[in-house]
């Protein structure tokens, strides 16, 4: 389907309303993790992101639909991509403007400093390679941010933002952006990933969320 200015968009239904960005993939992970935290630990919802403070960051979209319950909203670079292995606890947040744009906060525990820091080290190695998805044929795909965010608070805050973009021979077809953030804070791992036409939330923006991501969590 081709929409105004001969771009070419869908959205695949992942229930309760939520939904991944659609744009030339032919894959993407299924992550399926319920909102709820799952074993008693410090971890607090009132750490994670709201769709009210998601909107503050980025008022161009109309942010209007937090889910924090059911499937979260697919990820490009699959489950790897948002927790490491031996999680103590997680907790899990969605996002959408319910049109083309989703994104997610997950929130994982460990049960020290050291394992943390090992889940946050794959989880950055998982987004650097990102061998889950791959671009329909008449796409192709780059990695157009990977830095370290200034001002964050925690041990360390890194973005990297991966990029699918129509090759010559489908011009009509839309890009999409897949901003991440992942924060390592003590034994505790956030990981911000979204979805969305074009090129996805501007770097700006992003920072800005990711630093209250990183504010908001605890040790």
Known sequence: MRFA?????GVVATGVATGVL??????????????????ATALSRSSMLTV?????????????????????????????STEGKRVSARMARGFTDEMDAY????????????TAR???????????????????PTHARKITENR???????????????YDY????????EAGGFPYAVTLKGRNVSVL???????????PNFDKLARQAAAKISR
């Not at 987004?127 to 671009?135: D, H, I, R, V």
């Open 5 to 9: 200015g001969g771009m070419r968009r």
């Open 22 to 39: 659609a744009v030339g993939l032919t894959a993407l992970a299924t992550q399926g993790a319920d909102a709820g935290t799952t074993s």
């Open 52 to 80: 009210g403070e998601v909107k503050k960051a980025d008022a161009r979209r109309d942010w209007i639909r937090q889910v924090d319950r059911g499937i979260l909203p697919k990820t490009y670079c699959g489950p790897a």
């Open 103 to 114: 994104g997610a906060q997950y929130v994982s525990q460990y049960a020290n400093a050291a």
């Open 118 to 136: 090992a889940a946050y080290n794959s989880i950055i190695a998982t987004l650097k390679g990102c061998t889950y998805s791959k671009p329909a």
């Open 148 to 162: 370290v965010v200034k001002g964050a608070s925690g041990d360390l805050t890194q973005v990297i933002r991966w």
């Open 166 to 173: 129509p090759k010559p021979n489908d011009p009509g077809s």
């Open 193 to 203: 990933a979204f979805s969305e036409m074009g090129q996805g939330m501007p770097a």
